[in-house]
């Protein structure tokens, strides 16, 4: 194998972004995993990516179409998750068919061939620049310093959060600020991972530690693990085979999860319950 191709630009963005994303997604899921979150993140990330073909399509950037769909869907999915009078799954479930409905409205009105809309669908982690490094970055210091900032009132409002409240933690702010997150997350990763995918990376490597430890510091440290080394093996085997980078990294995560349940200390423990 000819080693030089990691001499070139688009080769050391590619792994500077796989491991910005990797920290950024799997910090995100952690929260989505321990909080019950899945489908609310579900519904986000068809939200960005529905967002990000609206700004192809008006012709803005893609990146703040995402965004600011990921934040309307956030502060509409937020209230509906903590009413008690139904289930909010239905709600949910509605935002997220009315998401990927208007994603493939936008990508049927786009002009001309689909390529952006492709790259958007599938992601390209080959041909990030330096201005979607920049925003993985900045997504990915964010998180991390706000985790570590305020690691303990994050802990609390996961353990419950009535009774974070009920101590005088903000925890509501918390809560609708860990949405906000994930929608910012997924925005600045969208180009890499793709639309389709994106919540993929997020869920599964946290899933995978959270199989592994009961500690929530030790799951942060394994997810972030988990998350970086299934976007560089992805990365790498795309490489070589010439196949969608961002399918090879969600299939190298599932591949990553599936290890950690079979080996996991806690199917242990019910086994013998």
Not at 8 to 15: L, R, T, V
Not at 80 to 88: K, S
Request: one cysteine or more; glycine letters at 8%; hydrophobic letters at 60%.
């Amino acid at each position: 194998m000819d080693l030089s191709i990691f001499s070139y630009k688009f080769m050391q963005n590619a792994i500077l972004a796989g491991l910005l994303g990797g920290v950024a997604c799997s910090l995100i899921g952690v929260f989505v995993v321990t909080m019950n979150l899945s489908f609310i993140g579900v519904a986000i990330s068809h939200a960005a990516f529905a967002g990000a073909l609206c700004g192809a399509w008006l012709g803005f950037s893609p990146q703040f179409g995402a965004f600011l769909f990921s934040l309307v869907a956030a502060a509409i999915i937020g209230p509906l998750a903590d009413r008690g009078e139904f289930n909010p799954d239905t709600p949910i479930g509605i935002i997220f068919s009315v998401t990927m409905g208007l994603a493939f409205m936008f990508m049927g009105l786009l002009p001309g061939p689909k390529t952006q809309a492709l790259e958007l669908l599938w992601g390209s982690i080959l041909t990030v620049s330096d201005r979607d490094l920049v925003l993985l970055a900045i997504a990915a210091v964010v998180v991390l310093v706000l985790v570590m900032l305020f690691f303990k009132e994050i802990q609390a409002v996961i353990f419950h959060r009535q009774v974070a409240l009920a101590v005088g933690i903000p925890a509501n702010l918390i809560f609708y600020g860990l949405l906000f997150l994930t929608g910012s997350v997924i925005a600045a990763s969208l180009r890499t991972i793709g639309g389709l995918l994106i919540f993929n990376l997020i869920l599964n490597p946290a899933a995978a530690a959270y199989q592994l430890t009961y500690n929530l510091r030790a799951m942060f440290a394994l997810s972030v693990l988990f998350g970086v080394l299934s976007t560089w093996l992805g990365l790498f085997v795309s490489y070589l085979f010439d196949v969608p980078s961002g399918a090879t990294i969600v299939i190298f995560s599932a591949v990553i999860f599936i290890i950690a349940a079979s080996f996991s200390p806690k199917r242990r423990v019910k086994k013998w319950r």
